[in-house]
Nanobody, 124 residues
Framework: QVQLVESGGGSVQTGGSLRLSCEGS????????MGWVRQASGKEREAVAA????????YYDNSVKGRFTISQDKVKNTVYLQMNSLKPEDTAMYYC?????????????????WGQGTQVTVSS
């Protein structure tokens, strides 16, 4: 059974930092990429960062480029999202997800497995 478990969300002020973690388990052999998708209240899901597992190549949405960094620890089957210079518009539920088919920064619809989400709230 595939599982993705996120941790690290919380509340910070504008300009603060948070680090999200996501540990995967189960049958992960078919996964090509992992990423972070966020959903603000009343809005659609938005893919913000992805990492391709074998190559380590990373991709970001323009809204977070230069502020967020996605990385992986293959030994721990864990993906991280370091979020710096946080803004109120970054406030959302952040989901870790994994996919088997896609390219670049995959759209949220291209992810096959999802974690339960972790809330990030940035106050001004």
């Amino acid at each position: 059974q595939v599982q993705l478990v996120e941790s690290g969300g919380g509340s910070v002020q504008t300009g603060g930092s948070l680090r999200l973690s996501c540990e995967g388990s189960g049958d992960m052999d078919s996964w090509l990429f992992m990423g972070w998708v966020r959903q603000a209240s009343g809005k659609e899901r938005e893919a913000v960062a992805a990492i391709w597992i074998r190559s380590g190549n990373t991709y970001y949405d323009n809204s977070v480029k230069g502020r967020f960094t996605i990385s992986q620890d293959k030994v721990k089957n864990t993906v991280y999202l370091q979020m710096n210079s946080l803004k109120p518009e970054d406030t959302a539920m952040y989901y870790c997800a994994a996919g088997r088919s896609g390219f670049g920064l995959p759209h949220s619809s291209q992810y096959d497995y999802w974690g339960q989400g972790t809330q990030v709230t940035v106050s001004s």
